[in-house]
Structures are given as structure tokens and as C-alpha cells.
């Protein structure tokens, strides 16, 4: 049976980072497109991070130089690391795995 865990949310000041996690397993990892998405309440889910089935990486001007998407094979993990954190971050983060969703986390940056 697929799964798709995700790890790493929760709370940061501004200026901080964090580590985002999504491990899969009943699927085959490799050759796949996969990405990182986030949703405000009152807000449509939004990509934040993009890899094709190629390992080329797309990130949208509001993230990019700040967030950096990436995988380990070996491991079926897919990794969002986030730096120099803002508040208008604050979202539940969606890994997605070729049609496969993670359960969301929650990442609030406040002081």
C-alpha cells in the first residue's frame, strides 16, 4: 500500500528555517514528478516548488532564492529546506508524489 509521511513543520521565527520531509513507500521513487504546495485558510493551494521527472527544479518568484527543493533516493525522501523564513509563509505544506498527496503540516512563522 502507497504512504506518503510527511515531517519537519512547526513553528519558526522570521528569519528562521526549517526542514520539510515526505518519505514514500509502495511506490517507485525515481523518474517521477514531485513537488511542494501550501494552502492559507481562505486561500487556493499554491506551488511553492517543483521537480520533473528530470530532477529540474522551478520555484515561484515568491519563494525562489529562499527555498530549496530536493530528494534522496536512497531514502524515497523528498526534502523542502526553507530559509530566511517570513511571516506571510504561514500555510499548511502538501509534499505530492505523481498523484500522491502527504497529510500536510502546519508551519507558522511568528516572533
Known amino acids: 500500500q502507497v504512504r506518503i509521511v510527511e515531517s519537519g513543520g512547526g513553528l519558526v521565527q522570521p528569519g528562521g528555517s526549517l526542514r520539510l520531509s515526505c518519505t514514500a513507500s509502495?511506490?517507485?521513487?525515481?523518474?517521477?514528478?514531485m513537488a511542494w504546495y501550501r494552502q492559507e485558510p481562505g486561500n487556493q493551494r499554491e506551488l511553492v516548488a517543483d521537480?520533473?521527472?528530470?530532477?529540474?527544479?522551478n520555484y515561484p518568484d515568491f519563494v525562489k532564492g529562499r527555498f530549496i527543493i530536493s530528494k534522496d533516493d536512497a531514502r524515497s525522501t523528498l526534502y523542502l529546506q526553507m530559509n530566511n523564513l517570513k511571516p506571510e509563509d504561514t500555510a499548511v505544506y502538501y509534499c505530492y508524489i505523481y498523484g500522491y498527496w502527504g497529510q500536510g503540516m502546519q508551519v507558522t512563522v511568528s516572533s
Open positions: 521537480m520533473d521527472a528530470n530532477t529540474f527544479v
Open positions: 509502495g511506490i517507485n521513487f525515481k523518474g517521477k514528478n
